[in-house]
Nanobody, 121 residues
Framework: QVQLVESGGGLVQAGGSLRLSCAAS????????MGWFRQAPGREREFAAA????????LYADSVRGRFTISRDNAKNTIYLQMNSLKPEDTAIYYC??????????????WGQGTQVTVSS
């Protein structure tokens, strides 16, 4: 079993930056891709970014490409999401997940509880 705990969310002004972290425990995430999804009020959970176990392959949603960077430190069993040039529409609860390297929620087996990101205009 894997437990995922997100941190780093908060309130930031438009144009600002935040870095989210997701720490995994329970067992090493060997060979697991990791992803970040987000869910805004009244909307479905959507894909934001994903990274392969090696870190050599990444995927980004069009809405965040060029502004967000996903990375991982396997020695620490932790992944990160560096978010720059934040916009009010980035406001959401951000979830990390472990699974396969895809954009689809169904391919992720483990999920964290989420961390709130609020971007003020």
């Amino acid at each position: 079993q894997v437990q995922l705990v997100e941190s780093g969310g908060g309130l930031v002004q438009a144009g600002g930056s935040l870095r989210l972290s997701c720490a995994a425990s329970g067992r090493p995430l060997t060979r697991n891709a990791m992803g970040w999804f987000r869910q805004a009020p009244g909307r479905e959970r959507e894909f934001a970014a994903a990274i392969s176990w090696s870190g050599l392959s990444t995927l980004y949603a069009d809405s965040v490409r060029g502004r967000f960077t996903i990375s991982r430190d396997n020695a620490k069993n932790t992944i990160y999401l560096q978010m720059n040039s934040l916009k009010p529409e980035d406001t959401a609860i951000y979830y990390c997940a472990a699974g396969s390297l895809t954009r689809f929620r169904a391919n992720y087996d483990y999920w964290g509880q989420g961390t709130q990101v609020t971007v003020s205009s």
